[in-house]
């Protein structure tokens, strides 16, 4: 025997209902920890929207330096109604994914028991988006001059590398070896031809080096039509980082639900910690009553444990809200009238049980 496994994670609940559903998470992962053997430490930040009312800044100074001893960071939503969307964003999320070279975006897509799809007849898909994280279009690259006049003109510019294409394409190529071997890459290179056809040679010479891997090149608009009429032919997606972001929320409505789907923004070599997190906002709408869905943070925790070793607890926490659903306790979002509180017992009763 080993002495007993132990994580530090920071815990970034954030704004809205990120302070609702992170505690409900939280708790499964404590309830399952000593039944798989190991301890969690949480480190609460209280960063996010107040943290920049207060102090001017999403999170402090050397915020980045204080995660950087963690083992991954666990984050609940952050937005704002009252602070403009790129402060929240740069403010936080992107340096964080920057910094701790998190170039990977990944979302896994199922249609959850109780959850219905807006597609007639559909009731089950499994699919993953690998969106590039880091590079493309998301760049600081540009300039705009000549504000509010009539010669006004803005200019950005995509980005991509080498070495960013290729080792976000052997994740996925990786990822694909343990499914169907089948890859699809997202890309536009009939339109958009200096980095669309870099992409694709990039994508195409690394896959090469993956036996029993075959990838398909896609337009992104031919793909968004296909996601949407035959789902069940896409097992894992590679996309660039604009592209992964809107075809990973297009799967997600195609599953049914925004609540529910979780991310996680992954350092694979695990030279600095990786991040995780539902897909939905801070839902201002809804902030406060105890009624949002925990699943989307249930899920980005299992995740968590998947990345941190811990797979046979990452399964049990997913069967465990799974099984939960499938008992019908659901929440107001997926048509239940179950409270946060309610989901979470019914999960928690799943948690301290065999899955
Ligand atoms: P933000 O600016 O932080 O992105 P938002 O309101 O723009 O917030 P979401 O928070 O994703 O975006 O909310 C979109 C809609 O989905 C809202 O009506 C919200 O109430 C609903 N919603 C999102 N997440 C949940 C959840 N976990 N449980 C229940 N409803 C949710
Ligand atoms: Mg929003």
Known sequence: ?????????????????????????????????????????????????????????????????????????????????????????????????????????????????????????????????????????????????????????????????????????????????????????ATKSNGIIHTMPFWDEVVEATVAEHPGVTVEKVLIDALAARMVLKPRSVDVVVAPNLFGDILSDLAAGVAGSIGVAPSANLNPEKTHPSMFEPVHGSAPDIAGQGIANPVGTMWAAAMMLDHLGEEEAARHLESAFEQAMAGGTLTGDLGGTASTEEFTQAVLARCTTAP
């Open 1 to 185: 025997m080993t002495g007993t496994r132990q994580y530090t994670i920071d815990v970034i609940a954030g704004d809205g209902i990120g302070q609702e559903v992170m505690p409900a998470a939280l708790r499964c992962v404590d309830a399952l920890a000593g039944a798989h053997g190991f301890t969690v430490r949480w480190r609460e930040r209280d960063w996010g929207s107040d943290h920049y009312r207060a102090h001017g800044r999403m999170m402090p100074a050397d915020g980045i330096e204080q995660l950087a001893s963690g083992d991954g960071v666990l984050l609940g939503a952050i937005g704002d109604p009252d602070i403009p969307d790129d402060v929240t964003l740069w403010g936080l999320l992107i340096p964080i994914r920057r910094e701790f070279h998190q170039y990977v975006n990944l979302r896994p897509i199922r249609i959850l028991p109780g959850v219905t799809s807006p597609l007639r007849g559909l009731d089950e898909l499994d699919l993953v988006v690998v969106r590039e994280n880091i590079e493309g279009e998301y760049s600081e690259v540009g300039g705009r001059i000549y504000r509010g006049r009539p010669e006004e003109m803005a200019v950005q510019e995509s980005v991509f590398t080498r070495a960013g294409v290729t080792r976000i394409a052997r994740y996925a190529a990786e990822l694909a070896q343990g499914r169907s071997g089948r890859l699809i890459s």
